[in-house]
């Protein structure tokens, strides 16, 4: 699945996953019932290379090999291969039929699910072997790639907007988005940006990937609280050489607005609840409190803790309105 939600984002590829029909249509389920909540109703070209009892039994090789022939036949752009546990399992030379020579790009991402394979470890392996596509190009500091944005997240497009503001305050656009809604030509002009943003890469296992493939500097995740986006606009700056003084006193100001906006919170009493991934010991939520009055206490309205952390000001401004609505409630 996790190769899945970066593949599935390619629009001019196929993803063919070497595995039984069931594994195809399980994961593809899944996804397009996801996509469904996000009000995206179009079928991700997903096929099957259809493993039967013979297959596991004898090897299924020649089913992937028959599998790309009628998918390279259609002349996508490109076609990921998904390798399933089943495959791993039965110890298919995925790499090797799709090192052969092929009507199109063929990139195996290994994807081996129950074998140790987590949904992270298949996002991840699935936007670190795409890079096999970006050809050379020109740097230019004006342009940003945006690397890794969480496809299956509800507020994938307000972050977005969000990091895409506070790069138009620098003078800067974004280049690609590598993996959204692009194309095979898109990846290829990866190049032609001066700096990369990873959407959440703290342990740098894409970090070190992309810099070794692109020479391209980065940041490692989108800013989540009101220090880390000041600082956020102040490296972005010094790694594209651009003074970030005015748009770091221009946010500022917005952040101070917020202690406006929500000053009927001030004095209200708070404690956070995790839930999901997320601890609610993290100093992003003091900090918020404190700058709109808050007082944090065992004994106040319980806060859900986000599933996902919110990014920059206006992230910060729609989890204080969520906070609002518990406490009206």
């Not at 069931?22 to 493993?51: A, K, M, Q, W, Y």
């Not at 090192?99 to 699935?126: M, R």
């Not at 994938?156 to 690609?176: K, P, T, W, Y």
């Not at 940041?219 to 790694?239: Q, S, W």
Request: hydrophobic share 40%.
């Amino acid at each position: 699945m996790g190769v899945l939600s970066v593949s599935a984002f390619l629009t001019d590829a196929v993803t063919l996953v070497h595995g039984p029909d069931g594994c195809t249509h399980i994961n593809t389920s899944l996804l397009h019932t996801t996509l469904s909540e996000h009000d995206i109703f179009r079928i991700p070209d997903i096929v099957s290379s259809g493993l039967g009892e013979n297959e596991i039994i004898f090897g299924g090789e020649d089913a992937l090999h028959d599998a790309l022939t009628a998918v390279c036949s259609d002349d996508p752009s490109a076609v990921i291969v998904a390798s399933t546990c089943v495959a791993e399992t039965i110890g298919d030379d995925v790499a090797g039929i799709c090192s052969q020579p092929w009507d199109c790009p063929v990139i195996h991402v290994p994807s081996s699910g129950f074998l140790g394979g987590t949904f992270t470890d298949g996002y991840n392996s699935a936007l670190s072997c795409l890079t096999s596509l970006i050809t050379p190009g020109k740097q230019d500091l004006n342009k940003v790639n945006i690397v890794g944005e969480k496809n299956l997240e509800f507020e994938v497009e307000d972050n977005f907007q969000e990091v895409s503001r506070i790069l138009e305050m620098l003078g800067l656009e974004v280049n690609i988005r590598y993996v959204r809604d692009i194309t095979v030509s898109d990846i290829k002009r990866f190049k032609d940006a001066g700096l990369t943003l990873f959407r959440e890469d703290t342990e740098g296992v894409l970090g070190r990937h992309f810099h070794a493939c692109t020479g391209i500097p980065s940041l490692p995740e989108f800013p989540v609280g009101l220090a880390a986006t000041l600082a956020f606009i102040k490296d972005v700056g010094r790694l594209t050489g651009r003074d970030s003084t005015d748009a770091v006193c221009a946010e500022e100001e917005r952040q101070a607005s917020l202690a406006d906006e929500f000053s009927d919170l001030a004095g209200e009493y708070m404690t956070f609840d995790s839930f999901g991934f997320q601890s609610a010991e993290m100093e992003m939520f003091v900090e918020v409190a404190e700058a709109v009055g808050i007082r944090v206490s065992e004994e106040g309205t319980v806060i859900p803790v986000p599933f996902c952390m919110p990014v920059g000001t206006l992230g910060l401004q729609r989890m204080l309105r969520q906070w609002r609505r518990f406490v009206d409630g």
